[in-house]
C-alpha cells in the first residue's frame, strides 16, 4: 500500500497551463504504475493518463497532445503537466497507485489520493 496526496489545482483561465503533483509514501514508488483520474460531480471518474514504472505513457484522447505526465522516482513524485487548459478540463483529478504483486486486472488501481480541485474559467 502506498499513501497519495494530491497538490497544484486551483483556478485558471482557459488556455493556460498547470502542474500537478502528487506525492507517495514508501520505498517501493519506482516500482508502481502511477496514473491520473479525473472527475466531474455527478460523473464517473475518467482515466486520464498514466505512467509505467519503466517510463512508458498513456493518455486519453481528449487531453493527448495537451497533458504530460511525468515522475520522479528520487523523489517519490508524480506529475501532471497540463497545458492549454480547457473549460471541459474542470474536474477533481486524483492520483493512483498500482503495485506490482496487485491482484487487480492491468487497469486497477491499489491505492487513491484524497484529490485536488482543477477550475479552468472562460
Known amino acids: 500500500q502506498v499513501q497519495l496526496v494530491e497538490s497544484g489545482g486551483r483556478l485558471v483561465q482557459a488556455g493556460g497551463s498547470l502542474r500537478l503533483s502528487c506525492a507517495a509514501s514508501?520505498?517501493?514508488?519506482?516500482?508502481?504504475?502511477m496514473a491520473w483520474f479525473r472527475q466531474v460531480p455527478g460523473k464517473e471518474r475518467d482515466f486520464t493518463a498514466a505512467?509505467?514504472?519503466?517510463?512508458?505513457?498513456s493518455y486519453a484522447d481528449s487531453v493527448k497532445g495537451r497533458f504530460t505526465i511525468s515522475r520522479d522516482n528520487a523523489k517519490n513524485t508524480v506529475y501532471l503537466q497540463m497545458n492549454s487548459l480547457k473549460p471541459e478540463d474542470t474536474a477533481v483529478y486524483y492520483c493512483?497507485?498500482?503495485?506490482?504483486?496487485?491482484?487487480?486486472?492491468?487497469?486497477?488501481?491499489?491505492?487513491w489520493g484524497q484529490g485536488t480541485q482543477v477550475t479552468v474559467s472562460s
Open positions: 514508501g520505498r517501493t514508488f519506482s516500482s508502481y504504475k
Open positions: 505512467i509505467w514504472s519503466g517510463g512508458s505513457t
Open positions: 493512483a497507485a498500482r503495485g506490482p504483486f496487485s491482484a487487480l486486472g492491468p487497469s486497477g488501481y491499489d491505492s
